[in-house]
């Protein structure tokens, strides 16, 4: 069992949906991250929150929308997808580092998304 | 080109054998060197760490290694099982921005 839990773990929508990915840990990490995954490739960040406010936006498109409601809350808001987002959705966490950014200690299993 | 490097691409292993997996970077300076298992439908688990002025870290029977002189770091896995294989990625955080950057990975097949 991972210690940062995401769900759905299975998410199947058509464009014009709107939905969100969750993501909670209590590990006590200040710091918690979104990485969309491609098969066979790395994750690639999306963005990243410390102490609860969004320090990194990877230029993402804002049909991605990110909330960090507490310390232990993670959410991905989404909205008029793209076939080209399904993806695997990660969620990590880590204590913040320097800077405010660390590197993600704890990976959940991740949401798989598929946009019809 | 990619920061950091990983080679081969792919392996395949027959079970009880080692390996032993690379990792080039270029990012400089960096804060620490994390290799990751990532299994199949799974998230990745961080497997070691390193400072940048550690030399080796082990995990059971996963032994990293960095070289900050050839700015190499490896990963070997000793007698090898089914259930190693995965995708093994290698990550550096770099010191200035904070911000990770991540190895395209090499997939590890143990065969039996």
């Known amino acids: 069992d991972t210690e940062v839990t995401q769900t759905p773990k299975h998410l199947v929508m058509g464009m014009t949906n709107k939905k969100s990915l969750k993501c909670e840990q209590h590990?006590?990490?200040?710091?918690m991250y979104w990485y969309k995954q491609k098969a066979k490739k790395p994750p690639e960040l999306m963005f990243v929150y410390s102490y609860e406010k969004l320090s990194i936006n990877e230029s993402v498109p804002s049909r991605f929308s990110p909330e960090c409601p507490n310390s232990s809350l993670l959410n991905l808001h989404l909205h008029a997808l793209q076939p080209e987002d399904s993806a695997l959705y990660l969620c990590?966490?880590?204590?913040?580092?320097?800077?405010?950014?660390?590197?993600?200690?704890?990976f959940g299993d991740g949401t798989r998304l598929s946009i019809l | 080109k990619n920061q950091v490097e990983q080679s081969p691409q792919s392996l395949i292993i027959l079970e009880g054998k080692n390996c032993t997996l690379q990792c080039n970077y270029t990012v400089s300076p960096f804060s620490n060197l994390r290799w990751y298992k990532q299994d199949t439908g799974r998230g990745p688990v961080s497997l070691t760490i390193?400072?940048?002025?550690?030399n080796t870290k082990s995990n059971g029977r996963y032994t990293a290694t960095l070289d900050a002189d050839t700015k190499q770091s490896s990963l070997h896995i000793t007698a090898s099982q089914l259930s190693d294989s995965a995708s093994y990625i290698c990550?550096?955080?770099?010191?200035?921005?904070?911000?990770?950057?991540f190895g395209d990975g090499t997939t590890l097949t143990v065969k039996p």
């Open positions: 390193m400072t940048f002025s550690e």
């Open positions: 590990m006590g990490h200040r710091a």
């Open positions: 990550v550096l955080r770099r010191t200035n921005a904070g911000k990770s950057t």
């Open positions: 990590a966490s880590s204590h913040p580092g320097t800077g405010g950014v660390g590197q993600p200690q704890h």
